[in-house]
């Protein structure tokens, strides 16, 4: 195991615990655009959930791997589901922000494998 994929994996996990605890506690600058998406306010809890249930499995793939594979691939889904969700709502200046999670998670995925 590298040290660029742990150090990638653990900054992973904690950038989309970060957007997680962002939905949780309804922070303005990620619930406003989940409105301005049409994202009902019933999801956004499991959406939450989603992203923090990645975030750990980031972090449990240091140890089990599969777990981390398996993490890393339901984030890039997550993730690649909300820039349609942006591209949908034709929000288009608001693309970068689900790829900035992205990046990392498949930066985390691709030392994984180069490991």
Do not use: E, N
């Amino acid at each position: 195991m590298s040290t660029a994929y742990v150090v990638v994996t653990v900054l992973a996990a904690a950038w989309v615990g970060f957007s997680a605890l962002s939905i949780f506690i309804r922070a303005t600058w990620v619930v406003q655009p989940l409105s301005d998406y049409g994202v009902p306010r019933s999801w956004w809890s499991w959406l939450g959930a989603a992203k923090a249930a990645g975030a750990a499995g980031l972090l449990a793939g240091l140890f089990v791997p599969v777990i981390g594979v398996l993490a890393g691939i339901g984030l890039v889904l997550y993730f690649t589901g909300a820039v349609i969700t942006v591209i949908r709502a034709r929000s288009y200046g608001h693309i970068p922000f689900p790829l900035l999670y992205l990046a990392p998670v498949v930066a985390a995925l691709a030392l994984g494998y180069a490991a």
